[in-house]
């Protein structure tokens, strides 16, 4: 069966009054995005209060609805076939033929849902689907009628013009990126920070990544496997602008001068607050990390107090109440797991301690992080000012 278009359901709940207007929009741009990645010209309109993608030209079906797919806001992708009205008669012929195209097997059972938008329709719902639902057992003899629970739902919509659709491929769901501002997500080569920022990004709100690095302790490797998560990100996410900040000077600043069981706290303090001060200068209102309660000694309720303390920014973390097992789980979903788990070193495990404080004492990390005066201050500043700013899109919307 070959489509030219799809209706595109999207959740309308909460969403109502000028807040649709600036949903469907947002949506009908990343739908647009989206589809630049695939070969072939599309038309996305919004009609009739949908949204719809036609095909003008060949295309490729798997790689349309992978690309739909990526689209936040999407509910539901269905592959429909649009017709004129031209009369009763040719609505149930042409209901037949795709009845015949779209099941070369008949040994279903089916219920017909149809909807009349448009009111001058000579015939109400419940006449068109007693009608067409006749015509359908009258054509095909072993297609049995289940209206509880049929293998195929055959929706039918009387607008301007006809559509018929009765598969609905399943979305991303969440909100189209773009309607809910920006943040700036903590992105390391770890499994849980992806699914971090991806979580967010799925509440329609627009990524901005910083890495720490810390050359030549960590290698250009490293680097580029957190570029490569950043781009699977960026396939749900959209583009995103990646701060590689060289960490290597306040790292060892750190380790000189501080107990070697608080480094990971005092380490942690130093990169939140330098991604809240890359956050404010790129117009980011919140950080992301992909912290959860008691994963890590650096992610107890002690410790995450202790680095959430520099923070005047909300931190999300959305990952906080995860097991590691649930977020593998979307890790692998959202294909950002086989990356992650390349075994490159990463700057927090090069000067771990071998026994890091679980319980941090404040009033200590804050007599500690003292010692630095006069040292850190300059270190931060360079680090930042030497930030690589990396675009990050996927490949195929570079070309
Ligand atoms: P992940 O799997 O995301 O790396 P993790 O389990 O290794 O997390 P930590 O190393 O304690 O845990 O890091 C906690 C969070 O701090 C990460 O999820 C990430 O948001 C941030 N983070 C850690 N290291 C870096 C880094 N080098 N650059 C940027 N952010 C980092
Ligand atoms: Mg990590």
Redesign the pocket.
């Known amino acids: 069966m070959h489509f030219h278009s799809f209706m595109i359901k999207y959740a309308e709940i909460g969403i109502k009054g000028k807040n649709r207007y600036l949903f469907e929009d947002a949506l009908v741009r990343q739908i647009r995005r989206a589809l630049k990645l695939v070969e072939g010209d599309f038309r996305v309109v919004k009609e009739d209060g949908r949204i719809y993608v036609a095909a003008d030209s060949d295309y490729d079906y798997d790689e349309t609805v992978d690309a739909l797919r990526h689209v936040f806001g999407i509910a539901g992708i269905c592959p429909m076939v649009q017709i004129d009205d031209l009369g009763f008669d040719d609505l149930r012929s042409q209901v037949i033929r795709y009845m015949d195209d779209m099941y070369p097997d008949k040994h279903i059972t089916f219920k017909v849902q149809s909807r009349r938008a448009r009111k001058n329709y000579p015939l109400d719902s419940n006449g068109i689907n007693a009608q067409i639902g006749e015509a359908v057992l009258e054509a095909f003899p072993q297609i049995r009628v289940d209206v509880h629970h049929p293998d195929v739902l055959l929706c039918i919509e009387i607008r301007q013009r006809i559509n018929i659709y009765s598969e609905v491929i399943p979305g991303p769901g969440g909100m189209p990126v773009g309607t809910n501002g920006k943040a700036m ?10 699914v ?1 920022g991806y979580m967010i990004a799925k509440r329609g709100v627009v990524i901005d990544a ?4 810390a050359p030549p302790y960590t290698s250009d490797r490293a680097k580029q496997k957190v570029v490569d998560l950043a781009r699977l990100v960026s396939r749900y996410a959209g583009p995103i602008n990646l701060h590689v900040v060289n ?1 290597t000077d306040i790292q060892m600043a750190i380790y000189e001068h501080c107990p070697h069981d608080e480094l ?1 706290i005092i380490m ?1 303090r130093y ?1 939140m607050r330098i991604a809240q001060q890359l956050a404010e200068a790129n117009g980011a209102a919140a950080l ?4 959860s309660i008691g ?2 000694a ?2 107890t309720m002690k410790s995450l107090a202790a680095t959430n303390e520099v923070c005047t920014m909300p931190v999300f973390r959305p990952l906080i109440g995860f097991d590691k097992q649930e977020i593998v789980e979307i890790a692998k979903k959202i294909g950002t797991y086989e990356t ?1 788990i390349l075994p490159y070193e ?3 495990t090069i000067f771990v301690a071998k026994h890091p404080v679980t319980k941090p004492n404040l009033n200590a990390i804050k007599r500690s992080e003292y010692k630095l005066n006069g040292i850190i201050e300059e270190l931060y500043q360079k680090a930042v000012e030497t930030e690589e700013t990396i675009w990050i899109e996927t490949e195929e919307q570079s070309l």
């Open positions: 997500l903590l992105l390391s080569g770890g499994i849980d920070s992806p971090a910083v890495y720490f690095h960490f990971t942690r990169m992301i990390t992909g912290e994963q890590v650096s992610q992650s990463d700057c927090c």
